[in-house]
Every structure is written in structure tokens, then in C-alpha cells.
């Protein structure tokens, strides 16, 4: 099916450990975006990537990078997983241009112990 | 930080029965959107207002959107219990080139 994959779906690390959070769309997007979901919070936007090549911080970038490997990928890294770091991580996609609906993986369940 | 926000944070209603939900924004505003969130899923685009528009419809779904208020409503009619998520509004600022930025949601519940 078209749309956007995310892996892995569940994540337990330890404090300090780090990972990737990867991202794949297939729909030819240009604009790709990370979020980040805590109960009660709502989305808040950790990075984002407009275009091939480029990448920007959103709301809430402290403690992740990010790459955007080709126009299909954007990937998310915690380089020293933190507690505060527990969430449900989002992966979007869209055109170009903020004038059309996001398509959103099903998500990364991430638990940091 | 949080740009819209809905009311209410959680509605309960019987099938059938039509459901209302509010988002107030801050800032002046290039489009809103309403997104649907199953339990556990991702969330899913139901619909987008321009600034220039006060009405839209698809299918059971109208949007209204007053920019005098900062306001928006979304109205499902005839509620099914498939309707039961987690509803979004998420806005672009008037300048049209930053990210959707996302309220809190409303959870609503249509009990069969």
C-alpha cells in the first residue's frame, strides 16, 4: 500500500542508548516531517525537511538529529536516549507548499528505562 | 508551542446523534486542517479550510471556519461508532511555509 513506513513500531532502550527511527514515503513527496506525540500533548514538531537536502529544526529538536538520506527517507537518531524521550514518534509527508493534507506513518512506541 | 486548541478534550454521544467539536487558534492563519486519529494508528487528513473560505463539506463532515473569532468547528453528522477517535485541527501560519502545527484533540466516543 502507498503511504509512509516507519520502523521499528515498538522500542525499549536503556538511558544512554541510542537508535534511529527510520522513514520511508512513497508517494513522490517533497516536504517530510517528525513528531512527536505525549498523552495530553498533542503532535509537537521535533524536525522537519522541505526538500531533498534540506533539514530544520521544529518546536521541540533538543536531543535528536536528523537526516534526510534521499527524497523516499528521513530519518530520526537519538544519540543518548533519555527518559524524557518515552513518546510516540510520527513520521509525515507532504507536498510541498503547506497548502495540502499530511500523510502520517502508524507510528514508533518508544519506551526509555 | 501549541497553536490551536480544541473543546471539548473529550465528548461522549449516542450513535445517530451529531458531534461538535471547537478549535481556537492564536495567529493569523494560511489554511486549518482537521485530522482523525484512531486509537494506536497515525493520524489521517479529513479536511482543509483556506483562509478565504467560512464553509466546507465531504460527505457526513462540515468545516467552518470564522478568522474574525480565530475559530473553527467541526461538525460529523449521524455519528457511528466507527466515527470514535481522537480528532485534530493543526494550522499553517499566514506566511504559508512553516509546518502544521497541532492542538490537543478532542476524543469523542459514539456509543452504539
Known amino acids: 500500500n502507498a503511504g509512509v513506513t516507519q520502523t521499528p513500531k515498538f522500542q525499549v532502550l536503556k538511558t544512554g542508548q541510542s537508535m534511529t527511527l527510520q522513514c520511508a514515503q512513497d508517494?513522490?513527496?517533497?516536504?517530510m516531517y517528525w513528531y512527536r506525540q505525549d498523552p495530553g500533548m498533542g503532535l509537537r514538531l521535533i524536525y522537519y525537511s522541505a526538500s531533498e537536502g534540506t533539514t530544520d529544526k521544529g518546536e521541540v529538536p533538543n536531543g535528536y538529529n536528523v537526516s534526510r538520506l534521499n527524497k523516499r527517507e528521513f530519518s530520526l537518531r537519538l544519540e543518548s536516549a533519555a527518559p524524557s524521550q518515552t513518546s510516540v514518534y510520527f513520521c509525515a509527508s507532504s507536498e510541498p507548499g503547506q497548502i495540502y493534507g499530511y500523510t502520517f506513518g502508524s507510528g514508533t512506541r518508544l519506551t526509555v528505562v | 508551542s501549541q497553536q490551536g486548541e480544541e473543546d471539548p478534550q473529550a465528548l461522549s454521544i449516542q450513535e445517530g446523534e451529531n458531534a461538535t467539536m471547537n478549535c481556537s487558534y492564536k495567529?493569523?492563519?494560511?489554511?486549518l486542517q482537521w485530522y482523525r486519529q484512531n486509537s494506536g494508528r497515525g493520524l489521517v487528513h479529513l479536511i482543509l479550510?483556506?483562509?478565504?473560505?467560512r464553509e466546507k463539506h465531504s460527505g457526513r463532515l462540515r468545516v467552518t471556519l470564522d478568522t474574525s473569532k480565530k475559530s473553527s468547528s467541526l461538525l460529523i453528522t449521524a455519528s457511528r461508532a466507527a466515527d470514535t477517535a481522537s480528532y485534530f485541527c493543526a494550522t499553517v501560519s499566514v506566511s504559508g511555509n512553516t509546518p502544521l502545527v497541532f492542538g490537543k484533540g478532542t476524543r469523542l466516543s459514539v456509543i452504539a
Open positions: 479550510i483556506r483562509s478565504n473560505e
Open positions: 495567529t493569523s492563519i494560511n489554511n
Open positions: 508517494m513522490n513527496h517533497n516536504s
